[in-house]
Every structure is written in structure tokens, then in C-alpha cells.
């Protein structure tokens, strides 16, 4: 018996003159033209592409909301398994001996500040506080809602959002794209994660929509998180200034406001990119590593610590128990009130956030393997997963706990629910101190906010050059970096003026559902490669 060796050689066809030189010009030139026919839909027939986006939105939710929760499922039981079983946690992600590029510290930061940094901002203190207002548990009729018992359900499904799920999506693109590149050596790119299924066919045609669908749906993934960054940036803003045109009568930013703010954010992050990973995003990751210390040294110092602590380690007790149930239940209409409810509960936070994870997970992903090269694969899913799920259910308990505590004790008086959820980060600093160490402290929130919208988007042009290059991850030139940064800002900007964020996320879990089934392949690739290295060490030894 024998097997044929791995695939160790994919070439990609590129460019070998002109403006795209070093460049796949299918790759590079299908996802402008898709990216600029949605440009041009979403300005020409702004009206008419926010009704549409919003149904469409519909049938998505109501045909694949299944197929959402079971593949995100699958990824981290891959994840999972690839890292405790000994033969497969202790491969190295490399050559043997080779030495990780990056100190731990700043591979962590750069992992969290690409990862999630953004969104926790926003949803640190926003979600704790909707779940306590409304989750399953309450449409259900188990708890009542506000109240001292709904605490701990409150923390339960906000760790689920942000916990092993969200990281695993992350986790699965990293390690297939390191493991093929790094000890198969194949080009970093999307595509090569797929080899052991479809192999050398992935050279051409089949390839380049590979790395087409990993391109659009980085754009759309990333557009979300600063989408809602510059939301945020934008509240921030208000607070510390209090310029009334910045803020509408419904307490949330005007698209005035948040176009200012993009180009703001956009303009910094080319500049970023235009620095490589080496410089700018290294630098920059490490500022906002310790500013986020900072902001979370404060809650532990000035919030509710011994409300926290306890919510902390009740939350994640309930969280790790309920896990598999909460990560396969689907719940759909069967024309019941309270399955009415439940099913559009779960669409517009647990799918949601599925397709966000998903569609976040190619830039993400690529971006871990990037900077992960040396390391095993025990140690890169203890990095990729594990740590960063914890620092999130650290900073959900800290902010948003005391969030809850001020709301509970009446301390709050409905300010911080009654926010915007752009608004409620500031709105609790604003109860918490007086008014001009409130407005320091949103200042320095503003700085962070601005480094993790800077870091995710920089990144994000340069994933996308390296996707739309090959794999080749060297610094590109300056011209495509400030093509892709516009082409992510314009984007961005359509669609808040076509429906708001709204129109962002619909657009999104449309980008993320082909990329979806990408991901499983992948999956499916990753677990197919070491098996079969397993057998072909099996065999030899016999030998």
C-alpha cells in the first residue's frame, strides 16, 4: 500500500509587467469589478438597495440559519480536536526549530486588535446590558428581565457570542492557511488550504473564485466592524466636544458625522498600511494593547469588582455547561408567539454575529497565519481561541457588569439602557466621574477606538494585496494599498447613506454565506492532510 506525497507546489499565474504586476489579474480585477458594481448599485439606487439588502436579509435568516449554526459548530470541534490530540498539537507551523517572528505579547496583540477589538468596544457594555433586558431565557418565561436572576443568563449569551465560537472561525482559516504554507510550502493565500480535496485544479479558474469569495467577503466583514467603530468614534466625539451636529434626536450618530469619521479612520489606516506589518500595525497594536489594559485596570479599580468577580465565574460556569446545547439549538417559527420571538432573537444576534465571524475570518484569518509562523499547533489554538475568548469574557464582565450593577441599583436610572449602543460606553463613564474626568476618560476610549479601527483596516489592505497576489505577503506598492483603502471607504460610505449599519450587515451575511462553505472545506482539508501524514509515517516506519 501506498499514498501519494502531498501537494507542495500550487502555481498561481501573475502579472509579469504593467500596474498589476506581481499580481493574479482575475483575482485582482474580479473582486474590483464586484466590488465596484456594489458601489455603484448601492449610490446610483441607494433607496432601492436598502429595500432590497433588508429582504433579502430575510430569506437568508429563514433558509440558512441552520446551516449558520451547525458549520460555526464544526469549526471549533475541529479546532478542538487538532489541538489535544498529541500527535496533531505538537506539529510545528514551519520549518523545524524555526523560531516564532514575533514575542508573544505582541503576537497577542496583534491577534486581539485584528480580531475583535472593535466590537468589543461597542458591545462590552451593549450587550450585557440588552441580554439583560431581553435574551431566550426571558422570552421563555424562566427569568424576568432587569432583575438580580437575569444576571448570570445575561453574561451566559453574551459569552457565546464572543467566546470559543468567534475565535474558532478565526482559528480554522490561521492554521489550514499556516499549516499549507508553512510546512507544505505553498502560497499563503485562501485557495491553498483546499489542496488536499481539489488539488492542482486550484491553480486556475476554481482558485481564482476561491480567493474572489475570500476577497469580497473581507471587504464586507471589515466594513461591519468599522462600520460600527466609527459609530462609536463618533459618540465619542459628541461626548467630549458636544457638538450637536455630530448627534440626531434619536441619540445616535448622523451619517454626517460617521462619513467625517471614516475618512478620518481610513485616511490614518492607509498610512498605516503603507508602513507594513513589521512597523505600523505592530506598533500600533501594542498602544492599543495597553491602552485596552488601562481602560480595564480602571473598572477593576472604580467599577463593581466584587459585582464583577462573581458574574465573571457564575457567567463562564454557565457558559462552558450550556455550550454545546446553545451553539446547536435552532430555533424556528412554527407560528407560536414565543418561537416567533426566539427565531428573531437568534437571527439578529446569533446568526448575525456567525456570518460577521465568518466573513471576518479570511483578512482574520490570513493575518494570524502571517504573524503565527514557528509555532505548534497546541500553541497557536491556546493563542488563537482560548486567550482571547478569555480577555473578552474579562472585559464583558468588568464593563458591562458594571453596567448592570449601576442599572440594578438604580445608581444608572435607565441612562445607560436607554442609549444608543454607540452611546452607552460614554454614558456610563459619564455617571461614574465628574464631568471633566469623564471627558478624559473618553478621550482616551476615542484614542483606543482609533487604533483598532486603524489596525483592522490597515491589516485588512494588506490581506487583501496578499490574497490578490498569490500569497506573495511583501510590501506592495503604495498605490494599490490607497486602490483598496478607497475602494473599503467607499464601500462603507454607500452603504450608510443606501440603509445605515443595517445595510452593512445585510450586506455582510450575504458576502459571509458563500465563504462559509469555504471554511468547512477547509476544515474538512486540514483534518484529510494529517491524517493521511499520520498514515505515510505509519507506512515508512514499517518499512
Known sequence: MSIHPPLTDLPINKADFGFYQGFNRAVTIGSKTLIGALILWAAVFSEQAGVLLSQFNGFLLAHFGHWYMYVVAFYVVVCFILALWPRTGSIHLGKPNEKPEFSRFSWFSMMFGAGIGIGMLTYATAEPIYHFSNNPDIIRGTVAA???????????????????????????????????????????????????????????????????????????????????????????????????????????????????????????????????????????????????LFILLFFILFGSTLFVFKSFFLGLYDYLLAFPRMSLEVWSNDGSEVSQKLADWQGG??????????????????????????????????GAMIVPATMCFVW?????????????????????????????????????????????????????????????????????????????????????????????????????????????????????????????????????????????ENLKAKE
Not at 266 to 290: E, P
Request: with cysteine.
Open 146 to 292: 432587569v432583575t438580580a436572576e437575569n444576571v448570570r443568563p445575561a453574561f451566559q449569551w453574551s459569552f457565546l457570542h464572543w467566546g470559543l465560537s468567534a475565535w474558532a472561525c478565526y482559528a480554522l482559516v490561521g492554521l489550514a492557511l499556516a499549516f499549507f504554507s508553512y510546512s507544505r510550502g505553498l502560497p499563503l493565500t485562501i485557495r491553498s488550504g483546499l489542496t488536499p480535496l481539489l488539488g492542482k485544479k486550484l491553480s486556475g479558474p476554481l482558485g481564482h473564485a476561491v480567493d474572489i469569495v475570500s476577497v469580497i467577503a473581507t471587504i464586507l466583514g471589515v466594513s461591519v466592524t468599522i462600520g460600527y467603530g466609527v459609530s462609536q468614534f463618533s459618540s465619542g466625539m459628541f461626548n467630549i466636544t458636544g457638538a450637536t451636529w455630530m448627534m440626531n434626536a434619536e441619540g445616535a450618530p448622523t451619517k454626517t458625522a460617521m462619513i467625517l469619521s471614516l475618512l478620518v479612520v481610513m485616511g490614518a489606516s492607509t498610512l498605516s498600511a503603507m508602513s507594513g506589518v513589521g512597523r505600523g500595525i505592530k506598533w500600533l497594536s501594542n498602544i492599543n494593547m495597553g491602552l485596552s
Open 349 to 382: 444576534w446569533t446568526i448575525f454575529y456567525w456570518a460577521w465571524w465568518i466573513a471576518f475570518a479570511p483578512f482574520v484569518g490570513l493575518f494570524l497565519a502571517r504573524i503565527s509562523r514557528g509555532r505548534s499547533i497546541r500553541e497557536y489554538v491556546l
Open 396 to 536: 464583558f464582565t468588568f464593563v458591562g457588569g458594571t453596567a448592570i450593577d449601576l442599572e440594578l441599583r438604580g445608581i444608572a436610572g435607565g441612562q445607560i439602557m436607554e442609549a444608543g449602543i454607540s452611546s452607552q460606553l460614554f454614558e456610563m463613564i459619564n455617571i461614574m466621574l465628574s464631568p471633566a474626568l469623564a471627558t478624559a476618560m473618553s478621550v482616551v476610549i476615542v484614542v483606543l477606538l482609533l487604533t483598532f479601527l486603524v489596525t483592522s483596516a490597515d491589516s485588512a489592505v494588506l490581506i487583501i494585496n496578499t490574497i490578490a497576489a498569490g500569497g506573495d505577503a511583501s510590501q506592495k506598492g503604495n498605490v494599490h494599498i490607497i486602490t483598496w483603502g478607497a475602494a473599503l471607504t467607499l464601500v462603507i460610505a454607500v452603504l450608510l447613506l443606501a440603509g445605515g449599519l443595517s445595510a452593512i450587515n445585510t450586506a455582510m451575511i450575504i458576502g459571509a454565506l458563500p465563504f462559509s462553505f469555504v471554511m468547512a472545506l477547509m476544515g474538512i482539508s486540514l483534518l484529510k492532510a494529517l491524517i493521511r501524514d499520520a498514515m505515510r
